[in-house]
Each structure stands twice: as structure tokens, then as C-alpha cells.
């Protein structure tokens, strides 16, 4: 008897509006980019070449020259920050995309069908969140040894679940629907119905979802090179260069210092961006920060 | 001198005017009903008695109660006056009651924290009150949790927290609106003679002018924020003079005109039934079949009625010894209770261009029914056909044909569409059905055809469903429905959610469609007003059971069964109620 | 009662019994042989053979996977290729630095989560919401091992006050002990506490819109009273999940920060057995951090029911 308040589709215009007014959304967004150009301008062009060592510049402090100061083998931190800041979307973004690739199925599967498919795989779930990604990855580099794609795989099989769950839960809350019902009366296969009116309606779930997963995924990805088990040298990566700062940080402190506030930065921003666009997706919530 | 005094009192919340000039009083021991449609603002006014709005709202005028005034009230005194003095019964049961605590402590709570008495003294008056509104001790004990009641129960536990303390007003805003007609006849009684034991005053905030009109000694009408007429109930329903009071009576006690269905009357253009017509046609007869496939003869349903008296030829739908179980609780890890009839042994049938009632009170199992004609669910037992083929546990695509011929109407116009999809996706749905998929310009052209039908424009092609009210969802629901002009409409309480005019409308649409496309109808439906006001035939649903069947107006008028009985003795009717009211006032 | 609780025992049992599977099949599809990586490469054909038939490597693969387990469940761990010693003693020593460590993290992020989040949520949108919610939007996005880093440079390196690493040994004395500890614990439980909060203020926000919190007001209780009494307990539903998820992220935590501080803890242990692929060692402690999790999230599991009476069914 209870009547539902339905999400209110709104056009592109008024979600533009709203997102030029919502001020974290904004930030995220603007930081999120400059990121991201960073990384692309990496390809073209940064400061130093990080493939030569100086060893005559070793443990700069900052300077006009260098801003960010120079490592123990004097390479520009700046430079490093900015290749570094490839691998870590890469990483991040390629494990999103196993995540969503393969748990969003069947995460909507498991919704579909109920019975026993969905309760194996849930109880799937439940194992592999039994092993933190960190563990996986321990467990892959003892099999494959070390690497930038053990990191991927590791925090991409942690992703399936999270994006199985978050798609299953979205996709429980619709099934119960009149218009599915609707839909079904209509002649509509699980599988269209899905296609046509589940997915639509749980994009919004998956994409802040997946913003989160994006910025958990550069964290972890920095903590597994920073323990050796991500990137390997000489491909910069910002998780190595706080592992070799770690030693160095009474005489050159700004070798930890910059690329951990790229990290922090970086995952701030997506995590202003989910925020926001959480916010500006969901009606109910007015909150503006 | 009144108990609650309410003048000019006008309420915007942000910059939003909700009330403008509100008058209103309760004296002591009187029953007040508040009425208007959704968004009239009667909600908000008893929250501005009770103090409980939003931070933003501002309110500006006088509320008086019992001498205080509640406008210049702190919180503190608010709260000493909240639970005590003023007790307040919501709407929805089902979530008013907090999960993870029992029933004993919720009501206790309040007695103790205004008393200041002891636990043991507290949950004393906790029981007694709960006897007192219906919950015994012996069947109900203090510890209790919400979830193990139902919603009439849970309902009847609000109210004990309402009036432990005695309140001098009690405020119940559409305390009964989620619940069925013979718990709201139960409910309505109760507060009825809590009032009356304890010289309260009641305001009664209601939709339902039915309902108000039984209950109150006087009335106030509101619409849009503003009272429109106001004063002693009886004077007020037999005289309406007010232009807004006529019109929502009338509405409540309106009955469609019905014509009966003619055959060669609609107004089809042969385009739109094109690719329509089904094997189950065909099959029908020869001479229909060759009838229906060709131009000239546009609508196959239409034969329907031309054809023999029931009896002598296939039921559109013949249910036979039909029963749904569902697995019983878990009770261990290994034991489950006994399974659950929803269904039982049920057996009907429903002829083409009928239009036929379910009746019956809320988990009667009239829904699960439903849902098993339409396909949507399988029997445990006993079959179902349509047009004489069996329909049940077949795959989607032996059920296409039947599914061509039978649609769906809901009772939530919120909720029976899918929020991001445009109006032509969303009523062209069912065209997925047909064997030959029409063009994208055919499609459009059929949409705009059944939207032509259910009086809207084809300006609304391109629209998403929240850009509609209620009432023009509704519209929706049923072109929807009868785009591939099936043969049969089941409606699951299609007008339960809508305002009285706009119930009164759909109504008239639902009518209108039956004469005019010769579709048979299955409403389903506690209220017992809309099977009068549309339906030949009435099956009344009790636990599972048919119990009784008939002409409606046999049964609403002499009803057999008990569970009949008690729906037709429950059921609010304006005529009745403004009768006793002038017998009662003079 | 016991129907929920039974089903989710017996669930949490199956999932260890996978997760032994998948550990197990780990060990099998690992490239080298235990034999020849324990004998050195001088060793001959034959001796290999000899101790793979010794340490039951020649056995059916089935047997084998009992074998382990049932030695598991024994607390046999088997012997370190490269210690020499029972794993076991190996886990006992170092669990004495990992589980004190890893129970002051999360002993302090729910000190600090809790009241935080459930302050913010009272004071929505005020000054105190926005400021500790800007704060912990940040502390989320701090990764805990360089967090360390500038604990350690901030304490150890320029004040002085506590030891930048290494572990003196309970023998040390407890306070010289937790003094190595504090450093790592806050590290640990800062960007914990960051998300505790946040998830805490929103769970506290979405109870408060309730329609049962209108039903306390209604009842006269003060708004404060109002959130302690009803509002609090069902808001820790979430919580708790939270809560649960947290316990595997801190134990991951934990196998960083403790190479951060240099804490002979389990996660040093595992990474120096990466490097001389010690792998029964390997195994061992991720069977045995697996182990927890699953634990930690029946634990998790059983208090729902006591919070929640619904999970309970009929008494």
C-alpha cells in the first residue's frame, strides 16, 4: 500500500545546473582532470628524462629547477610523479574495469535467477572477501612473482565482488518493481528485462561505486608497490618511490613528501567526485558541500 | 472554550507556502475531521500543533492548546506536552514502530519518561492500555517485537502509545489508509471509544470523506493550504454549499456510466489492430477467424459479445482447482512450519467483455491469484486457461499469444514505471509481443493511438513518467495496457493510490474502455465502492478461498458469507454516513 | 534464533573449507619443488625423490589435501624450509606482535569513529559536521603506510619522542613494548577511523529520517534522547558491517605498516618467506589471516542478531 517516490529522471540541462552549483563536484571533477592530463602529458613531455641518472644532482632539496627536489639517483621527483601517475590509473582503471566487467553479470545474475545460482555466488563472494587484496596479490607474486600485473589482477579479483554485491543488491531493490512486473507481462526474458530496465536503473549505484573502487584502487595500488609486489623499477610508480624515500627521510623528506600528496590528493579528488555525483544523481539527498 | 484553537495560521517551509490563514478548534471530547486531497496541507497542519516540522519551516499565526501557545512554545515545554497531553497516530504502521525494540518498551517509554514512574509501575500501565486497545497480555505479550505483528496490530500499538497518558487530544493523520476496510472499521471503532472513555478531543486527519463523515462531529475541508468550508458535519455534507465540498462528494460517491458493450461502435482504425489478431482468434470459429482477418472487420475482440451466451462456448478465462503453496517459515535449521495456502483450491471463470470483481482483505491471497492468471507466477495445483489453452509453466514463448491478450494494470502509478525511459518506450512495451515488430513509425503511431484513447495528447510521447501526476499515470498504465487491445485486463487496486476525483476519473476511463473495446476486466480490490461502480460479477476472497460469488449488486446488497458481511459492513459509504450523521446532529 | 545463527556457522565453515581448497591449490600449481628448493640444486635425482616420498609429495593429490588440512587443524603448520623450525613456533612469536598491534588499531579508530560520526550526524550541516567531515574526507584518501612515513619523521626523527622502529619484545617490558607499538597503531587507525565516521554520520542521518524516530518525538522525548534511545542502536547495523570489512583491511594493514616500523610481526614474516619462497610459511599465515576474517565477520554475523530481533525469527 506504501507508494514508492521513483527517481525522477532529469535532463542533461538541469544535471548540468546542478553539477556547476555542486561545489565538491566541481573540485573532484577539476582535479580528477588535471590527473588524468598529467599522466597523458607524461607521454609527450615531462621536465627531466627519469630514464637518465644524474647521480651529480642526487637528494636536491626543492628549487626553481627542480620543484619537487631530485632523488638518491637524481632524478626529477616531479617527472617521476607525473609517469608515476600513469601506472596508478592504469592499475586502478583496468581493475575497475575487471570489477564492473565481471561482477556487475553476476552480481544481475544472481538477482535474476535467486535460488541456488544466487546463493553460490554469494557464498563466492564471501571467499573472496575472506582474502584481502593484499593477501591475493601475496598469494599471485608467490605463483607469477612480481609485477605491475599482479597488482591488477590481485585488485581487480578483489573488485568483483564489490561491484557483484553492489549490482545485486541494486538490481534485488528493482526486481520487485511494478513496472518489471510490467515488463514481464509484456512477454520480456529475464535477460531483456535486465538489459532494458535493471541496468539503467542501477548505472547510478555502479558509477559512484565505481569511483570509489577507482580511488581505492590507486591506494592499494601504491601500497603494493611501496611493499614491492606492484610495479617494478625503472618504471616509476608513486608506491616504489615512498618505499625508497622511507630510508632517506631525514635528509631528503620531500622525496616522501610529494608523491604521498599526489596519492592523497588524486584519491581526494575521485572521492569528491563520487560524492558528488552521488549527489547530484539522487534526488533525495540535498545536501551541498 | 476549546482545547486546541487554531487561528490564521499560515506555514511556508523554505520559501515554499504549505498553509494560509488556517482556522481551526477541537473542544474537549469532540472529534474534528480534517479532509482534503494529497497536498492540501492537512499533514502539515497537525505537525505544527504537534511542533514537529522541518528546520526551515516558518509558521506565523496563533495555535492554542489547552491555554499554551504553541508557536512561542520551547522545546522543553514542547516535549512535557508531546506524548502526554497531545498523543499523535501516524499513517504508515509498518515502519512507525522501532524494529529493535519490543512493543513493552516502546510503550512503556513514554509513560515512564513523563511520569517518572518506575519500570515495573510503567510496564503495569503498559499492559493495561495494550489490553486495552486490543492487545491482550495472554496473546501478546510486553516482548513483543514489531515484526511479529501485523500491520492492523502494529497499528493498534501506536495507538496505545498515542493515549497511555491519557492525552486530551489525540491527533491520527489517515490512521487507517494503509490498512484494509474491516481493520479500518476495527481501528475507526476503537478510537472511537477511546474518545469517547476519556472526553479527548480526536482531530482526524483524512482522505476519505466517507470515513470523516462516520467519525466526526465536525468537519473542515482544506484544499491547496487553505480551509475551504468548515463546520458541523451533518449541516455541512447535506447542504453542500460549498462548490469544493459538492465536488469531492460527488467524486466520492460516484458510479461510472457504463454502456454495454456493442459491437460494431468503436471508432479502431484498422492500422493500429494490425498484426493484433492471434492464433487463440483464430481458433475461435471459422467464420470469426475469417471475419477478424480481414480489413474491414478491424477489432476480433469485438465478436465477443455477438457471440452465444456464456456457457455455451470457451470462458476467456477458466481457473480450475487452482492452489498456491509457499514453503512455511524456517523454524530450525533443518524443520520448516507447514507450507502456506495463499491459494487454495480456487476455481472461476471469466467470460470475454466481462467485467468481474476480487474481492477480498489484505493477504486474502486475491493478489497471488492475479498474478497466476496473468502468468506471472505458476500453481501448485490445478490449472489455469485462457481461451482454453493451459497457460501455466509454460516457457515465454508458448505464453506469447496469451500474454498478446491480457495485460496489467497496478496500483502504484509511481511505481509501475521505469523512471528512465520515455513515455512511447514505456507504453510500447508490450508490442514486444507481437509477431511482426512494427516500425519505429508504427510504433510511434500505436502509442499515440492508445494514449489518444486514455485521453492524453501525443505531446506526451517524449516525456518521462515523473513529468506526470498520479491520475495521468494511471492514464498511462492503461494505454499501456491496452495497446495490443487484449481481450483482458487484469487491475491489481488501480485507483486504491488516487485522490477521490481523480478516482473517479480512471473510473469513468475504465468504463468507457469496457464499452467501448469489449475488454474483460479482473479488478482486484478491497473497496468495496470501485466493484459496484464497475463490475458485473463479484468473487469474494477469504484466506486463500472463494467463499462466495454472484451479481454485484446481489451481493453488495445481501451479502451470504461472513467474510462478505464483514466487507460490505466495514466499508465506508458516504450516503449511509451522511444519513446517520442527520439523524444524529438533527 | 538458532536457525540464523546455525546457517551462518555453517556458512562460515564453508567458506574456510574454499578458501583451504584455493590456498591448497595455490601450493600445488606454484612452480619449483619443495624437495629440491629444501635440498639446495647439488642434491641428486634420487635424493630428491626420496624426501619428496618422505614429505608425502608422491601422494594422491586428495590424500594430500587431508593430510594438510587435518595437520591444520591440529595446529601442525609443518617445518620452515629455511628457519628450520616448526612454522608454528614461527606464527606464535610473531602473532604476539601482529594481534596486539592490529586490536589497539581498531580499539582506537572506534573510539575516535564513533563519537565523531555520531556528533556530525547531531549537528548535520553545522560547524562541527562540516569541519570533521572535511577531515576525515581527507583522512580516507591518506594511505596508511606513508601517513607512517611523516608519523615517523614527526615523532622519531625530529621529536624524538618514541623509537622510529624495531620491537624490543614483550620480555622488554609493557610499556617499553606498546611504546614501539603507538606509532604504528594510530597510523593504522587514522584513515580507518576517517571511514568508520563517515559511514557512521550517514547511517545516523538515513535512521533519523525514520518514521519511528517521529514516533519517540511524538512520544515527548527530547531529540537527544531521542538519538541515544532509538536512533543509535539501529544505526549500528551498518556499523558493524563496516566494522567487519574494516578487520580484513586492517590485518592488510598491518603486513605494511609492520614493514613501515620494522615490527617482526606476521606481515615481516610473510614477506621474508616471499623472498626465500619459504612457501609452507606463505601458506601457513595466509590460511591463518584468512582463518580471522572469516571469524571476525561471523562474530559480526552473531551481533546482528543481537542487535536486530528480526534476525532472530520467533523465540
Given amino acids: ?289 | 472554550m476549546s482545547l486546541l484553537d487554531i487561528q490564521n495560521l499560515s506555514l511556508a517551509i523554505g520559501n515554499r507556502p504549505i498553509l494560509k490563514d488556517v482556522d481551526l478548534a477541537v473542544a474537549p471530547g469532540e472529534v474534528v475531521g480534517l479532509v482534503g486531497e494529497s497536498g492540501s496541507g492537512k499533514s502539515m497542519t497537525a505537525m505544527t500543533v504537534m511542533q514537529l516540522l522541518p528546520f526551515t519551516a516558518k509558521a506565523a499565526g496563533s495555535v492554542r492548546f489547552d491555554g499554551i501557545d504553541i508557536l512561542a512554545a520551547t522545546e522543553d515545554q514542547m516535549c512535557a506536552l508531546r506524548g502526554d497531553d497531545i498523543g499523535m497516530v501516524f499513517q504508515e504502521p509498518m515502519t512507525a514502530l522501532n524494529p529493535v525494540k519490543t512493543i513493552g518498551e516502546q510503550v512503556a517509554e513514554g509513560i515512564r519518561w513523563h511520569t517518572k514512574a518506575g519500570r515495573a509501575e510503567a510496564e503495569e500501565r503498559a499492559r493495561k492500555i495494550l489490553d486495552r486497545v486490543g492487545l491482550p497480555e495472554a496473546k501478546f505479550p510486553l516482548t513483543r517485537y514489531p515484526h511479529e505483528l501485523s500491520g492492523g496490530q502494529r497499528q493498534r500499538v501506536v495507538i496505545a502509545i498515542a493515549c497511555a497518558l491519557k492525552p486530551k487530544l489525540l491527533i491520527a493523520d489517515e490512521p487507517t489508509t494503509a490498512l484494509d476496510v474491516v481493520l479500518q472499521a476495527q481501528i475507526l471503532d476503537l478510537l472511537r471509544d477511546l474518545v469517547h472513555e476519556n472526553k479527548m478531543g480526536l482531530l482526524l486527519i483524512s482522505h476519505d470523506l466517507a470515513v470523516v463523515t462516520e467519525m466526526s462531529d465536525r468537519i473542515t475541508i482544506m484544499r491547496h493550504g487553505e480551509v475551504m468550508e468548515a463546520g458541523e458535519t451533518a449541516r455541512t455534507l447535506s447542504s453542500q454549499t460549498h462548490p469544493y465540498t459538492r465536488q469531492l462528494a460527488l467524486a466520492s460517491m460516484h458510479v461510472p456510466k457504463r454502456r454495454p458493450f456493442f459491437p460494431l461502435e468503436g471508432e479502431m482504425s484498422p492500422k493500429a489492430t494490425e498484426g493484433v489478431a492471434s492464433e487463440g482468434n483464430v481458433a475461435r470459429s471459422d467464420i470469426v477467424s475469417k471475419m477478424s482477418s480481414t480489413a474491414e472487420t478491424p477489432f476480433p475482440g469485438r465478436f465477443a459479445a455477438i457471440s452465444p451466451p456464456r456457457g455455451e462456448r470457451t470462458p476467456l478465462v477458466s481457473v480450475e482447482n487452482v492452489s498456491r503453496l509457499y514453503p512455511g517459515r524456517r523454524t530450525s535449521f533443518f524443520g520448516r512450519s507447514a507450507p502456506v495456502h495463499a491459494v487454495d483450491d480456487v476455481s472461476l471463470s471469466i467470460a470475454p467483455a466481462q467485467s468481474v470483481a476480487l474481492v477480498g482483505r489484505s493477504g486474502c491471497g486475491k493478489s497471488t491469484l492475479a498474478r497466476m492468471i496473468l502468468a506471472l507466477d505458476n500453481p501448485s495445483a490445478g490449472a489455469i486457461r485462457f481461451r482454453g489453452e493451459p497457460i501455466s509453466h509454460r516457457n515465454e514463448a508458448e505464453l506469447k499469444p496469451a500474454r498478446r491478450d491480457m495485460q496489467v494494470v497496478f496500483q502504484d502509478p509511481y511505481g509501475s514505471f521505469d523512471p528512465r525511459q520515455s513515455v512511447e518506450k514505456l507504453v510500447a512495451e508490450p508490442l514486444h509481443l507481437l509477431e511482426k515488430k512494427p516500425t519505429p513509425a508504427e510504433r510511434r503511431e500505436m502509442v499515440a493511438h492508445a494514449l489518444n484513447e486514455v485521453g492524453l495528447g501525443p505531446a506526451d510521447l517524449d516525456k518521462y513518467p515523473h513529468e506526470f501526476s498520479g491520475g495521468q499515470r494511471q492514464r498511462l498504465s492503461i494505454a499501456r495496457a491496452i495497446i495490443t487491445r487484449p481481450k483482458l485486463i487484469v487491475a491489481d487496486e488501480p485507483v486504491s493510490a488516487l485522490d477521490v476525483s481523480i478516482r473517479a476519473q480512471i473510473l469513468d476511463l475504465f468504463a468507457d474502455l469496457n464499452g467501448r473495446l469489449g475488454v474483460a476486466y479482473l479488478f482486484i480490490t478491497h473497496d468495496l465502492t470501485v466493484a459496484r461502480a464497475i463490475t458485473d460479477e463479484v468473487l469474494v476472497m477469504h484466506e486463500g478461498r472463494i467463499v462466495e460469488r454472484g451479481a454485484t449488486k446481489e451481493i453488495l446488497d445481501r451479502p451470504q458469507s461472513e467474510a462478505a458481511q464483514a466487507l460490505v459492513a466495514a466499508a465506508p459509504d458516504l450516503h449511509r454516513a451522511i444519513a446517520r450523521k442527520i439523524q444524529e446532529q438533527g | 534464533m538458532t536457525a540464523y545463527l546455525l546457517k551462518r556457522v555453517a556458512i562460515a565453515f564453508a567458506t574456510l573449507v574454499l578458501a583451504s581448497i584455493v590456498v591448497f591449490a595455490v601450493l600445488e600449481i606454484l612452480p619449483g619443488d619443495p624437495a629440491r628448493l629444501m635440498l639446495g640444486m647439488n642434491a641428486t635425482a634420487e635424493q630428491v625423490e626420496q624426501v619428496r616420498t618422505q614429505m608425502g609429495l608422491n601422494d594422491p593429490l586428495l590424500l594430500r589435501y587431508f593430510h594438510w588440512v587435518g595437520n591444520l587443524v591440529l595446529l601442525d603448520f609443518g617445518r620452515s624450509y629455511t628457519y628450520s623450525v616448526p612454522v608454528i613456533d614461527l606464527v606464535r612469536e610473531r602473532v604476539a606482535v601482529s594481534l596486539p598491534l592490529a586490536l589497539i588499531a581498531l580499539a582506537l579508530s572506534t573510539l575516535i569513529a564513533i563519537p565523531v560520526g555520531l556528533h556530525a550526524a547531531s549537528r548535520q550541516g553545522r560547524f562541527g559536521d562540516t569541519v570533521s567531515m572535511g577531515v576525515s574526507q581527507i583522512g580516507v584518501a591518506i594511505p596508511n603506510f606513508w601517513f607512517a612515513l611523516l608519523l615517523i619523521y614527526l615523532f622519531a626523527v625530529w621529536l624524538k619522542w618514541v623509537p622510529a622502529g624495531g620491537f624490543p619484545g614483550w620480555s622488554a617490558g609493557i610499556w617499553q613494548a606498546l611504546k614501539a607499538l603507538i606509532l604504528p597503531a594510530v597510523a593504522l587507525a587514522l584513515p580507518q577511523a576517517a571511514i568508520l565516521a563517515r559511514v557512521t554520520r550517514q547511517a545516523m542521518i538515513e535512521v533519523l529520517s525514520e518514521d519511528y524516530i517521529r514516533t519517540a518525538r511524538a512520544k515527548g522525548m527530547p531529540y537527544r534522547a531521542v538519538l541515544w534511545r532509538h536512533a543509535l542502536r539501529n544505526a549500528m547495523i551498518p556499523v558493524l558491517t563496516i566494522l567487519g570489512l574494516q578487520f580484513a583491511f586492517l590485518l592488510a594493514g598491518t603486513i605494511i605498516i609492520e614493514n613501515v616500523f620494522y615490527l617482526p610481526g606476521l606481515g615481516r614474516l610473510i614477506f621474508q618467506a616471499i623472498t626465500q619462497r619459504d612457501l609452507i610459511v606463505v601458506e601457513s599465515v595466509v590460511m591463518l589471516l584468512v582463518a580471522t576474517v572469516i571469524l571476525v565477520n561471523l562474530v559480526v554475523d552473531f551481533s546482528y542478531a543481537m542487535i536486530d530481533p528480526r534476525l532472530r525469527g520467533r523465540s
Avoid at chain 1, 43 to 60: A, E, G, N, R
Avoid at chain 1, 221 to 230: I, Q, T
Wanted: aromatic share 8%.
Fill in chain 1, 1 to 289: 500500500m506504501t507508494l514508492q517516490t521513483e527517481i525522477p529522471r532529469e535532463s542533461l540541462t538541469s544535471l548540468a545546473a546542478k553539477a556547476l552549483h555542486h561545489r565538491s563536484f566541481i573540485a573532484g571533477f577539476f582535479v580528477t582532470v588535471l590527473v588524468a592530463g598529467m599522466a597523458a602529458l607524461s607521454f609527450l613531455w615531462t621536465p627531466y628524462d627519469v630514464t637518465k641518472l644524474v647521480i651529480s644532482d642526487k637528494l636536491l632539496a626543492p628549487s626553481a629547477a627542480h620543484w619537487f627536489g631530485t632523488d638518491h639517483f637524481g632524478r626529477d621527483v616531479l617527472s617521476m610523479i607525473m609517469i608515476g601517475a600513469r601506472n596508478s590509473i592504469a592499475v586502478a582503471l583496468v581493475a575497475v574495469g575487471i570489477g564492473i566487467g565481471i561482477g556487475v553479470p553476476l552480481g544481475c545474475w544472481a538477482a535474476a535467477r535467486g535460488g541456488f545460482v544466487d546463493e553460490a555466488l554469494m557464498r563466492l563472494n564471501d571467499l573472496v572477501f575472506a582474502f584481502p587484496a593484499l593477501l591475493s596479490a601475496i598469494m599471485i607474486t608467490a605463483i607469477f612473482g612480481p609485477g605491475a600485473i599482479n597488482a591488477i589482477i590481485a585488485i581487480g579479483i578483489f573488485n568483483i565482488p564489490v561491484f557483484a554485491r553492489v549490482a545485486r543488491a541494486g538490481a534485488l531493490s528493482i526486481w520487485p518493481r511494478e513496472y518489471i512486473l510490467a515488463a514481464r507481462a509484456a512477454g520480456k526474458g529475464k535477460a531483456l528485462i535486465t538489459l532494458e530496465h535493471i541496468l539503467p536503473n542501477i548505472a547510478t549505484l555502479l558509477l559512484v561505486q565505481g569511483t570509489i573502487q577507482f580511488a581505492l584502487g590507486i591506494l592499494a595500488e601504491a601500497s603494493l608497490s611501496y611493499v614491492g609486489l606492484g610495479a617494478q623499477p625503472p618504471m616509476p610508480s608513486w608506491g616504489r618511490m615512498l618505499f625508497e624515500a622511507q630510508t632517506r627521510m631525514a635528509q631528503a623528506p620531500w622525496m616522501a613528501i610529494f608523491p604521498g600528496m599526489a596519492i592523497v590528493i588524486t584519491v581526494l579528488a575521485l572521492n569528491l567526485l563520487g560524492d558528488g555525483v552521488a549527489d547530484i544523481l539522487d534526488p533525495k539527498s540535498r545536501r551541498r558541500r
